[in-house]
């Protein structure tokens, strides 16, 4: 049973770039979240993506997006990168089959933005 | 929104220990998780927990949902303890965004 992938592990950007993260979700699950961990703290959620849909959204600036393809496998879009973007980017998969809502993470993103 | 405390901040333990750590949470949930953070930065689930108790191995965790607060026992603990520890909670409703703590950091020393 595949745990939740990511890809990739690491990445270095420039500011003003864009980045796309991309995320599989465990085997059985539909529903993906969006994490950013900034050093020395819990991660901050970005958003949720169920049915293709972003359903839910924390207090993220515009700059980033996303998509949630039919396999339910999901990818993060930031564009304009900011020095302050550098941080561990966690996916999560989960199923919204009541009383199974525990979250899986993945292995996470590591960007660096110079 | 919700809050969510976890402490102790640190903790420094020596090989063997015991320990418990404590999330508080200031409003009703109807989740609740407990999860190790490794030094690689990988979330392993500990446990799914929003009420009551449960065990696994040299780890069992506790919610009383009424009063707010949730612990973590640590029993025998061995150096791969090590890392910091998040209790993430949903806030009841339909939200399913995950609030977390800030952590609690654990170093066992052999």
């Known amino acids: 049973d595949a745990g939740v992938t990511q890809s990739p592990t690491h990445l270095i950007k420039t500011r003003g770039q864009q980045v796309t993260l991309r995320c599989s979700p465990k085997s059985g699950h539909d529903t993906v979240s969006w994490y950013q961990q900034a050093l020395g703290q819990g991660p901050q959620f970005i958003f949720q993506?169920?049915?293709?849909?972003?359903?839910q959204r924390g207090n993220f600036p515009d700059r980033f997006s996303g998509h949630q393809f039919p396999n339910y496998s999901s990818e993060l879009n930031v564009n304009a990168l900011l020095l302050g973007d550098s941080a561990l980017y966690l996916c999560a998969s989960s199923t919204r089959v009541f009383h199974q809502e525990t979250q899986y993470f993945g292995p996470g993103t590591r960007l660096l933005v110079l | 929104g919700i809050q969510v405390e976890q402490s102790p901040p640190d903790l420094i333990l020596q090989e063997g220990a015991n320990s418990t750590l404590r999330c508080n949470f200031s409003?009703?949930?109807?989740?609740l998780q407990w999860f190790h953070q490794n030094p690689w930065g990988q979330l392993i689930n500990l446990f799914y927990?929003?009420?009551?108790?449960k065990q696994n191995g040299r780890l069992s965790a506790t919610t009383v949902a009424t009063e707010r607060y949730s612990l973590l026992y640590i029993s025998s603990s061995q150096t791969t303890d090590s890392g910091v520890y998040f209790c993430a909670v949903y806030n009841a409703g339909n939200n399913r965004k995950l609030i977390w703590g800030l952590g609690t950091s654990l170093a066992v020393n052999p």
């Open positions: 993506y169920y049915e293709e849909e972003e359903r």
């Open positions: 927990i929003p009420s009551g108790t």
């Open positions: 409003d009703s949930v109807n989740n």
